[in-house]
């Protein structure tokens, strides 16, 4: 099974899976909102960079979730 297949298929059988997509798109969403102001407070640069923080602690535990699937070899 190829990987955006792996993806696939833990979006639908595996709940943790799903709610860290689901998060780390929310997340995105929330970053684009604050990338589209011209300039940042400074408050909203602390938030921007949390954020980021955030997306990727969910993007690795993701990818963490992919690499047990693969070695399981399901």
Do not use: C, W
Request: no cysteine; proline share 1%; net charge positive.
């Amino acid at each position: 099974m190829k990987e955006h297949e792996i993806v696939e298929f833990l979006k639908r059988e595996n709940e943790e899976f799903k709610r860290l997509s689901e998060e780390h798109r929310n997340l995105d969403v929330l970053l684009a909102e604050i990338d589209s102001k011209r300039y940042l407070t400074p408050e909203e640069e602390v938030e921007r960079k949390k954020i980021q923080k955030q997306k990727l602690s969910k993007k690795d535990k993701m990818a963490e979730l992919v690499r047990e699937y693969k070695k399981k070899g399901i």
